[in-house]
């Protein structure tokens, strides 16, 4: 497989690093990663969008290097729907572009194709269904288990925690039939990203202003307000099975969709997948990616 092409835009401010594969002049498909992970997470994913004839690209978001960390700390989930509309805008993408995105990368596409509808002519979110479908079960006790770490993350412990251990932990929990030969590349990525304070500091951030209003800013007021909005563009949601950073248990008990597709457009699509826990596409790129062009073509 070709390594994807390297480059840089600003968009929101930013210098943004990115992976890209396909033509110059193919329909944008934006890739947003989530944590702790990296654009890497796309790399399976990036030459199938190529062999479609998308423009594929995978920025590195806020604060993970080699992006850059923004001077006025902003990580709200408002700031990040308004990066993915700057890196459409930036990147020369038309309405025909389509966004994707993972964990984190998921809120930033609920608000980005909310907030801006006209730009993206397909959604597909995994891992993190919409906020208010996430808000129905969170606080069930087994839930809350698994999300320790948002807590600790509220913490100077944080830092202090954080090591490639902590990181490869995360990955062996929330993904446990991805082997450890294979967890290591990922988790190889993941520290070269966050290898400095600076960029840790901006990891943990998005985690402290999604715990505190106090951190978010006025001028992503919208995009904040979009990304609990329902929109309506129709989003192909997947979530893993045997996913242990948020289990089925809570986003679709017994194989349930239909909370989740309570709070997605009409015409949206959610599919629990087998065999596979949060990064599935790093697990089992070949049938999520069969699945994300199937709803692309469709």
């Known amino acids: 497989m070709a390594e994807p092409a390297r480059g840089t835009v600003r968009a ?27 654009a890497y997470t796309w790399r399976e994913l990036l030459p199938e969008l190529a062999g479609a004839g998308y423009r ?30 700057a890196l459409h805008g ?5 309405s025909d572009a389509v966004v994707i995105g993972h964990d ?27 906020l208010n479908a996430l808000m129905e079960g969170f606080f069930g006790y087994e839930q809350l288990k698994r999300s320790f770490y948002m807590f600790l993350f509220q913490t100077p412990l944080a830092e202090m925690a954080w090591n490639r251990d902590f990181v490869d932990g995360l990955w062996r929990d929330w993904s446990p039939g991805h082997g ?46 979009a990304v609990s909005a329902k929109g309506e563009r129709p989003v192909l949601y997947l979530h893993g099975a045997d996913d242990g ?31 596979v826990g949060h990064f599935m596409q790093v697990e089992r790129p070949g049938d999520v990616n069969a699945r994300i062009l199937d709803w692309l073509a469709g």
């Open 245 to 275: 950073c948020l289990g089925a248990d809570v986003v679709v008990p017994g194989g349930d969709v239909s909370a989740v597709l309570a709070h997605l457009p009409e015409g949206s699509r959610v599919e629990c997948v087998p065999g």
């Open 12 to 38: 929101n401010g930013l210098e943004f690093g990115y992976l890209a594969a396909g033509p110059e002049d193919g329909p944008l498909a934006l890739c947003l990663h989530g944590f702790p992970d990296s």
């Open 180 to 225: 450890a030969q294979a967890r290591a590349v990922d988790v190889d990525h993941v520290m070269a990203c966050l290898g400095t304070p600076e960029n840790l500091g901006a990891a943990i951030g998005y985690y402290r202003a999604m715990f505190d209003p106090a951190r978010h800013v006025e001028r992503y007021a919208a995009e904040q307000e």
């Open 90 to 94: 930036a990147l020369g993408g038309g």
């Open 104 to 130: 984190w990368g998921a809120f930033a596409t609920y608000g980005a194709a909310a907030h801006a509808p006209e730009l993206w002519s397909k959604v597909v979110t995994i891992a993190v269904p919409p």
């Open 56 to 85: 594929a690209v995978a920025p590195f978001m806020r604060g993970y290097a080699p992006t850059e960390v923004p001077d006025d700390g902003v990580y709200q989930t408002g700031a990040l729907a308004a990066d993915a509309v």
